[in-house]
Each structure stands twice: as structure tokens, then as C-alpha cells.
């Protein structure tokens, strides 16, 4: 059996799952593109968040991509302007709760956005520039715990506004349109 594999770049406000079956009404990908049956989304994206999510008919790829040899890199608008301090402080590594239990998160690569590429796109409107100054930063990590980014933003003293993800091992968000399918023939990590 061939499988499929395919690249998505998540609008905010969809799941990233196909069946949601609480009461209320929430956007599914399954609303986006055709996809096979059998098609499952690699790790997940929460509802706020936007950008590169891989799907594949392959569980075995699944697994590999979910393990912790796969970088995965997010853009950050944080509230404030982030400082170097912050970002030493992430890339040691921070306390965060995960499931009731303070977890500190594995080292990884972080570093102030100064100039914000093109194919993130305006996003859903945060704020006004009345409510005080923004920045990015960009998040390079292994794990994938339970909102992890958005608890790392917040346990250094800037919460996050916005969350993009723009490249899951070597597969980028560039060249994706917001709410656009990209079919590829292999998953590349």
C-alpha cells in the first residue's frame, strides 16, 4: 500500500483533528481539503495556533516525526519586547506545569525575529498598538508537551499572543498559502 503525506498550513481557529464530537461547532481540517480516509495529523497544533501541520496515512512516519530527534521551530508574538535575558533563560531551559507536575523543558535554540518573513501572514488581529509594544521570537524544540511554546513565553515573563510553527524537522511553512494543502511525496526529517 502507498501512503500519503501532506503539508497544511493551519489557519487559527481549526482543531487539528477531523472528528469533534463535544456540542459545540468547531472548524475541522477535514473543512480545508479532501482528505483520504485513513489521513492523520501528525502532533497537533491547539486552536489559537496557525501554521506548519504534517498529515500522513502512515503511522509509522507519525512516529518518527512525534519523537524527540525532530526539531520543531515556532514564531512567538509575545507581549512586550522580548529581552536577551529571556532568551538565555529559554535556551537553558524553563519551569513549566505539565499535568499538575512542574516539568523544566530540555534545552533548545531561541532568538529574537527582528524582521518577520512574508509567508507568516497578517494572522488573526491580537491587539491594538495602543495596549503596548510586541516581538517574536523564534522556538526551536524537541518535546512537545501540552502548550509547551506558550508556558515557555509566559514562565520568562512575556505570554505569547501569537504562535506560528514554520518548520517541523526539514519541512517549512514557506510557500504554503494560510488554509492551503501541499501533497509531497515523503515526510523529510
Not at 67 to 74: A, D, I, L, P, R
Not at 91 to 118: D, H, M, W
Not at 165 to 182: A, N
Request: proline share 4%; with cysteine; hydrophobic share 35%.
Amino acid at each position: 500500500m502507498s501512503h500519503q503525506h501532506f503539508m497544511l498550513h493551519k489557519p487559527h481557529g481549526y482543531l487539528s483533528q477531523f472528528i469533534y464530537e463535544l456540542k459545540r461547532k468547531k472548524k475541522l481540517l477535514g473543512e480545508l481539503y479532501p482528505f483520504p480516509e485513513g489521513t492523520m495529523a501528525i502532533g497537533r497544533l491547539d486552536e489559537d495556533s496557525e501554521g506548519l501541520l504534517l498529515l500522513t496515512t502512515d503511522g509509522k512516519v507519525s512516529e518518527q516525526v512525534r519523537s524527540k530527534t525532530v526539531e520543531k521551530e515556532y514564531y512567538a508574538q509575545v507581549d512586550g519586547i522580548v529581552t536577551d535575558e529571556a532568551v538565555q533563560l529559554l535556551q537553558k531551559g524553563v519551569e513549566i506545569g505539565v499535568n499538575g507536575s512542574k516539568y523544566k523543558t530540555l534545552p533548545c535554540k531561541a532568538k529574537r525575529i527582528e524582521t518577520l518573513p512574508s509567508f507568516i501572514g497578517p494572522g488573526k488581529k491580537i491587539r491594538d498598538e495602543r495596549h503596548g509594544p510586541t516581538s517574536w521570537v523564534s522556538i526551536t524544540v524537541t518535546e512537545g508537551k501540552f502548550r509547551q511554546v506558550r508556558k515557555m513565553t509566559a514562565a520568562i515573563g512575556f505570554p505569547t499572543l501569537r504562535l506560528v510553527r514554520v518548520r517541523v524537522g526539514k519541512m517549512y511553512l514557506e510557500g504554503i498559502d494560510v488554509g492551503s494543502v501541499k501533497e509531497v511525496s515523503q515526510i523529510v526529517l
